[in-house]
């Protein structure tokens, strides 16, 4: 009979150590979020209706999870042990089918995202012109997005940002000599293309970023599925 071939069990050993490592260092840093003090402060800080919280557990529990997964590929490697990599394989089956699944979803749904994002950017836009603390975090996130992306206010350029356009022009200042189209507000000269459209651009970036690494996590899971059962056919074999 055909023994359990070496490079297939301790390649299944590294790959669920590594993968272990990730939950660990995924559940360890959710875990930290969840009951530190500065943790709290970083969830509090949101504006949100929704939990502070959710995101975090999600992550605990994902975090378990990949923990549970790498420590029944190990063991079952290691040990030889049929349970566990069957376990393992059917374990590794689901995320996959979820993951695939999810990504359907994010295709069919990608307008409706698109959708509600642009509505969420048009309720924003007034927070530009808040005084006091109300909408403070959104108005210096559009700060940081207009210097990066060389734009001024969502909608209607400088004028977003009303009686607080002092504490944003900075941001705003557009200098004609590099070639950037620029308007003059206010006496001063700023950015004449609106942020609104370069700020769904970059989610649409992002949002193929996340493709493209689901895709890749994808082709690693196949692999270990390929390795579980290639391993728990040999076991059987002895």
């Not at 069919?108 to 048009?122: D, G, P, W």
């Not at 004449?192 to 970023?209: A, G, N, P, Q, Y």
């Amino acid at each position: 009979m055909a023994g359990v071939s070496g490079c297939i069990k301790y390649s299944m050993f590294v790959f669920n150590f590594l993968f272990w490592l990730c939950g660990m260092v995924i559940l360890g840093l959710a875990i930290w979020i969840r009951v530190s003090k500065d943790g709290k402060e970083i969830l509090a800080s949101g504006e949100s209706g929704t939990n502070p919280y959710l995101s975090v557990n999600i992550l605990i529990a994902v975090g378990a999870i990949i923990m549970v997964m790498g420590f029944l590929g190990c063991c079952g490697a290691m040990k030889e042990s049929r349970c566990m990599l069957l376990l393992f394989f059917i374990g590794l089956l689901l995320i996959l089918i979820l993951q695939v699944a999810s990504g359907v979803l994010g295709a069919v749904f990608k307008s409706e995202s698109s959708r509600i994002l642009n509505e969420t950017l048009y309720e924003d836009v007034k927070l530009l012109s808040e005084t006091g603390d109300q909408g403070k975090e959104f108005r210096e996130v559009m700060i940081t997005f207009q210097k990066e992306l060389k734009c001024c206010g969502l909608i209607n350029g400088a004028a977003d940002w009303g009686s607080n356009f002092n504490y944003a022009s900075q941001s705003c200042s557009c200098e004609k000599a590099s070639g950037t189209s620029c308007v003059s507000y206010g006496g001063q000269s700023v950015y004449s293309e609106t942020c609104l459209s370069l700020i769904k651009d970059l989610v649409e970036k992002h949002f193929i970023i996340v493709i493209g690494i689901a895709f890749g996590l994808a082709v690693v899971e196949v692999i270990g599925l390929v390795f579980s059962m290639v391993l728990f056919c040999q076991i059987g074999s002895k």
